[in-house]
């Protein structure tokens, strides 16, 4: 059997050529565009997480030492800060009066800022005046 001349030239190509190479080349560079803003997006989302629950962890230690320490009027404005997971986290607390003179309304903002001018995070709670007894 003889092949024709078209049918040999055929046969011998193997190879791409360049147009199919950069095509290619166009179509892996945009999926790894979008695979790699999919991951930046996803470690920016779960470091989002982290530092909300650990300013919600600091916050609401801070409203259970209100609790325990029963003082009565509670500080409005109070500051402080502490060092929770390896970083440090700045929290300031507001009170607030209610209808009720003898409920207050406290909440707590965390932030990572010393200056306190950026919070991540706020947590409320409302605290009774404690009684006679509870003040002892």
Avoid: C
């Amino acid at each position: 059997m003889r092949q024709s001349k078209s049918q040999n030239k055929r046969s011998q190509h193997h190879g791409l050529t360049l147009l199919e190479v950069l095509v290619a080349i166009a179509i892996f560079a945009i999926v790894g565009t979008a695979i790699l803003k999919a991951v930046g997006d996803n470690l920016y989302s779960v470091e989002q997480v982290e530092s909300i629950t650990i300013a919600s962890w600091v916050a609401n230690n801070q409203l259970a030492r209100i609790e325990l320490e029963k003082k009565w009027p509670i500080r409005n404005n109070a500051r402080g800060s502490v060092n929770m997971a390896g970083r440090d986290w700045y929290w300031r607390q507001q009170v607030l009066d209610t209808n009720d003179s003898e409920l207050k309304q406290v909440t707590v903002y965390v932030g990572r800022d010393a200056g306190y001018e950026n919070s991540i995070t706020s947590v409320t709670a409302y605290f009774a005046k404690p009684t006679v007894e509870a003040q002892d």
